[in-house]
Every structure is written in structure tokens, then in C-alpha cells.
């Protein structure tokens, strides 16, 4: 369907044709970024009163857009806008992403990025630093080297003797970028570092939370070093732990680059030797692993030894399915590339996006209580 265009305001068009030139305006506005792929445009009598157009004019522009699949009606919601006219300059542009690993974490926020980039026409070029800071910076210089239009960052923070220094150079990337599941350390009040993370300090919180409300005093934690995650998830835990008047037990709470079955084995039978009634354990493999050595040990889940995992990988399929936070990774790569995009569209003048989501405690058999999700 071709449409006309004119260079004068709607009042100036011939009669009958006036919704085709605001149908035109409304998509050059989605083309140029004013509204991104997911959001929900102004109502009808808002765009009648911008446009000076009758109701009838703008419903029947926007019913244009449905017909070319760009915008869709949702009842009782709104108008939202579900993908960039294909003669879009988006459509011909490539946006970077760079991961530690996409083999454990990251599939899921990879599969929202693309699903979010894939629908506004824009092709994504996937990197992975496989945890190695030379690769990561050479990977960046790649991407940049390939003409990319814009970044999607998760870079290696934990492996760094001065993260603070990364975040002081960021700003020279010549393209526009986002970090996922990172943000500075030290952010000065004015940051401009734009970022969509998962809150894992509250998600820990909420983890020790819940064993709380479920009777443990003495809840231990099984934990990592040098993890992307691993610092903000312990630091949820010690506060919870403080501020729900808990003892403090340094014996229970142990933190490794990797577990070992040995250790894994000695730590539970420290938990067996100390009353420890409950763990929090990240990840929800090695707290797989965690109900195989109670059981060796003549313990039962959640009985004996309740158990709470960070992360819902594989939490779901042991024989005793783990209570565990499940981190929102998709939604999370979802809504880095529509801020992305709307960077992209609209330049400086957007508004820069600091966005944290709250993970889910999905409720299981290892920790003694009913099923339930919360949020």
C-alpha cells in the first residue's frame, strides 16, 4: 500500500484523505524512534487534539497500521506499537552483543535481545569473552570494527583489578550502548551509565526471607567467589541475616571459585555437626548436588536440611525440585534492547535508562512449604 505524502498540516489535505497522512505521520514517528517496538502509543483523543484531527480520522489511520501488522489494538490497553516498517533505516542496522558465555545464564537474556531486535528489523552480530578479559576487549574492538550501530555489554567486572576504570572509559565507545547485569560499583550521583540489571542482593534477601517466615534461625549460605553475581547475592544474604536478628555462622557460610564433591560433602556434614536446619545456595547445581550428599548422610529434604537455590536453571529437575530465585534473564534482555533501540531512534535527547527488576522466589519441595510463585 503506497501512502501520500504532503508537506502541509492534515487540514491542508484533500477530503477523505486525511487519515492516510497522519497513517504516514504516525509511521514515520515509529521509524524515527518516538515510539519503540512495545510501546504503547497515545490514545486516540490525545493524537486527535496533537494532530487537530476528528476521532474518526485517527482511528482509521491507525487502522492502517493494524492492517500493515506495525501497531495492534489490545482491549481495555491501548495501542501498542509490535514492529518498524520495513523501509525503516533500523532495518538495515546491526546492534553488537557481547556475553561472558552462552552456554549457562545468558541463552535466555540472548533469546529476549533477539526476539525484541529480530522484530524491529535490526540483526544482531553475538560475541562471547568466555570469561577472559583479552577476549572481551578484543571482541569489542570487532564489533566496532564491523560497523555495528549500537552495543549490548555484559563485561567482565568481577575479573577486573579497577572496574571503577572500565566505567571511566565506557563513555568513549563511539556508538550507542547498554550494559546488561552490570553497573558501576561506584557510581558518582550524576552516573550516566545506562544499564537494565536483575536485583540478585533482593533476591537473596527474599530467599533468607522466606526460611525465616518458614521457622530457620540457623540458615548457612553455600556460595561463590568471582561470579558476576556472586558478591551482590552474599551481600543480600548478610543483610538479611542482620536484620532479621539471625546468628551469625561463619563455620556454615562458605564461599569457593568452585565446589568440589569433596567439598560439598564436608559442607554438609558441617551443617549436620553445627544445627544448621537450612542453606541458601547459589547455584541451584551445586545445590543439586547438595541434596545428594544430605541423603548420603541419612538427611532428607526439606525434613531434615531445607534447601533454597539462586537461579532456576535446572532447579526444577532433581528428585527433590529446589525452591530458588529465578532471575528475570529474558524480560532483562528484552528490555535492554527496546531502550537500545529507542537510543538509536532518538538519539541524546533520550532520557538515559537505569533499570533494576526484581526476581521471582519460585516456591518448591526442598524448602518445606506450599507451591507458589512470588514476586
Known amino acids: 500500500m503506497s501512502d501520500m505524502t504532503n508537506e502541509h498540516g492534515p487540514d491542508e489535505v484533500p477530503r477523505g484523505?486525511?487519515?492516510?497522512?497522519l497513517a504516514h505521520q504516525l509511521r514515520e514517528q515509529i521509524l524515527t524512534g518516538?515510539?519503540?517496538?512495545?510501546?504503547?502509543?497515545p490514545t486516540e483523543p490525545e493524537l486527535a487534539r496533537t494532530h487537530q484531527v476528528g476521532i474518526n480520522t485517527v482511528r482509521r489511520a491507525v487502522d492502517l497500521l493494524i492492517d500493515d501488522h506495525l501497531v495492534a489494538r489490545r482491549q481495555g490497553a491501548g495501542t501498542f506499537v509490535l514492529a518498524v516498517?520495513?523501509?525503516?533505516?533500523?532495518?538495515?542496522?546491526?546492534?553488537?552483543?557481547?556475553?561472558?558465555?552462552?552456554?549457562?545464564?545468558?541463552?535466555?537474556?540472548?533469546?529476549?535481545?533477539?526476539?525484541?531486535l529480530s522484530a524491529a528489523g535490526v540483526r544482531v552480530i553475538l560475541s562471547s569473552s568466555e570469561y577472559n578479559l583479552d577476549r572481551e576487549a578484543e571482541q569489542t574492538r570487532q564489533l566496532l570494527d564491523a560497523g555495528v550501530d549500537g552495543l549490548l555489554l555484559v563485561p567482565n567486572l568481577h575479573l577486573m583489578a579497577e572496574p571503577d576504570r572500565y566505567f571511566e572509559e565506557l563513555p568513549g565507545?563511539?556508538?550507542?550502548?547498554?550494559?546488561?547485569?552490570?553497573?558501576p560499583p561506584h557510581p558518582a550521583p550524576d552516573d550516566a551509565t545506562p544499564y537494565v540489571c536483575t536485583n540478585h542482593q533482593g533476591g537473596a534477601y527474599a530467599a533468607v526471607r522466606h526460611l525465616v517466615e518458614l521457622g530457620h534461625r540457623r540458615i548457612g549460605h553455600l556460595g561463590r567467589h568471582r561470579t558476576g553475581t556472586a558478591d551482590a547475592i552474599h551481600a543480600g544474604y548478610e543483610r538479611a541475616i542482620a536484620e532479621?536478628?539471625?546468628?551469625v555462622l561463619p563455620i556454615a557460610t562458605q564461599r569457593r571459585e568452585e565446589w568440589s564433591s569433596e567439598e560439598l560433602a564436608a559442607y554438609t556434614r558441617t551443617c549436620v555437626d553445627n544445627d544448621v536446619s537450612a542453606v541458601f545456595c547459589l547455584g541451584d547445581r551445586d545445590a543439586s548436588a547438595l541434596v545428594l550428599h544430605a541423603r548420603r548422610l541419612g538427611l532428607t529434604v526439606p525434613d531434615d536440611l531445607a534447601i533454597v537455590a539462586y537461579d532456576d536453571e535446572v532447579a526444577d529437575l532433581g528428585e527433590v525440585p529446589l525452591t530458588a530465585v529465578s532471575p528475570p534473564k529474558a524480560e532483562v534482555g528484552a528490555l535492554a534492547?527496546?531502550?537500545?533501540?529507542?537510543?538509536?531512534?532518538?538519539g541524546e535527547t533520550t532520557p538515559i535508562p537505569q533499570v533494576q527488576l526484581q526476581p521471582r522466589l519460585v516456591i518448591r519441595a526442598s524448602c518445606g512449604a506450599e507451591s507458589e510463585n512470588r514476586p
Open 17 to 21: 484523505m486525511k487519515f492516510r497522512t
Open 173 to 183: 565507545l563511539p556508538v550507542p550502548y547498554a550494559l546488561i547485569e552490570r553497573r
Open 85 to 116: 516498517p520495513a523501509d525503516s533505516a533500523l532495518q538495515r542496522r546491526f546492534v553488537g552483543v557481547l556475553v561472558p558465555s552462552t552456554s549457562y545464564f545468558y541463552p535466555k537474556v540472548i533469546e529476549g535481545i533477539e526476539r525484541v
Open 244 to 247: 532479621f536478628g539471625l546468628p
Open 34 to 41: 518516538r515510539w519503540a517496538v512495545g510501546d504503547r502509543l
Open 337 to 346: 534492547a527496546e531502550l537500545l533501540l529507542r537510543r538509536l531512534g532518538q
